[in-house]
C-alpha cells in the first residue's frame, strides 16, 4: 500500500508556470512505475505523463508535450510535473498514480488509468486567459 498526496496546484495566467508534486509514503517507493493525470469538469480523466522506475523512460500526451515534464527523486520519494506554458485548457484537478512494478521492469510504462492502484486526491491547477 502506498498513499500519496499531490501539492503546487493554483491560479496561474496562460503562459505560466508551476511545479506540481506527489509525495509517496507507505511502502518502498522505488518499484512502482507513476504517472499524472488531469480531469476537467465535465470531461474524463485523461493520461499527462509516466515515469518507469527507476525514472529511465518518459511518456507524455501529445497535447502536453514539449510543455510538461515529469521527473522522479526515489531518495525522497516524490515525484514532480513540471508545467510550463499554460494554456486555459490545461484547467483540470491533477492525480498522481502509482503502480507495482518488478524491480527489474525498469521501461514499464502506464499511460491508461486502469493500470493504476493508487491515487492522490488531486490538486486543482486553474490557468487564466
Known amino acids: 500500500q502506498v498513499q500519496l498526496v499531490e501539492s503546487g496546484g493554483g491560479l496561474v495566467q496562460a503562459g505560466g508556470s508551476l511545479r506540481l508534486s506527489c509525495a509517496a509514503s507507505?511502502?518502498?517507493?522505488?518499484?512502482?512505475?507513476m504517472g499524472w493525470f488531469r480531469q476537467a469538469p465535465g470531461k474524463e480523466r485523461e493520461f499527462v505523463a509516466a515515469i518507469t522506475w527507476p525514472g529511465i523512460v518518459t511518456y507524455y500526451a501529445d497535447s502536453v508535450k514539449g510543455r510538461f515534464t515529469i521527473s522522479r527523486d526515489n531518495a525522497k520519494n516524490t515525484v514532480d510535473l513540471h508545467v510550463n506554458n499554460l494554456k486555459p485548457e490545461d484547467t483540470a484537478v491533477y492525480y498522481c498514480?502509482?503502480?507495482?512494478?518488478?524491480?527489474?521492469?525498469?521501461?514499464?510504462?502506464?499511460?491508461?488509468?486502469?493500470?493504476?492502484?493508487?491515487w492522490g486526491q488531486g490538486t486543482q491547477v486553474t490557468v487564466s486567459s
Open positions: 498514480a502509482a503502480e507495482t512494478v518488478g524491480p527489474h521492469e525498469t521501461r514499464v510504462l502506464l499511460t491508461t488509468d486502469k493500470e493504476y492502484d493508487y
Open positions: 507507505g511502502r518502498t517507493f522505488s518499484v512502482y512505475a
